[in-house]
């Protein structure tokens, strides 16, 4: 369906482009991108997170993300946060299971996407 940004960043840009490459390069592409996605910018620092996401209904989620992360964490959180849409969609609900899968995603995501530019994303 569609992305779409709200909140405090100047870089919501990345949340797009990661919103594609997930898209492109996902392993449940044609399920992921049926869903509408909104990525909320805001000051996480109390919250001690980079980011989260929490399913609305069965076609939308909230992800929201610390509006001032790294470039690296940055892409990191959001492939991390929409590979547990993919385990919302799945029902996956062991939290075990679902933070290691993330955390391998985003790292394998990231690099993979880094490869593919030849060159690390810097804005």
Sequence with gaps: ???????????????????????????????????????HYCDLT??????WCEQCDDN?????????LQITEHYKTLFHEF????????GIKCEVVRENEAYQIEGTMYREMCASRQTVPTS
């Design 1 to 39: 369906m569609t992305i779409c940004t709200s909140g405090d960043n100047n870089s919501s840009h990345i949340a797009i482009e990661a919103y594609n490459y997930f898209i492109e390069h996902g392993t449940h592409k044609h399920i992921f991108k049926e869903k509408e996605i909104e990525v």
């Design 46 to 51: 109390e919250d001690n997170v980079f980011g």
């Design 60 to 68: 939308h989620w909230l992800v929201t993300i610390h509006n001032d």
């Design 83 to 90: 590979q547990h849409i993919i385990q919302d969609i799945y």
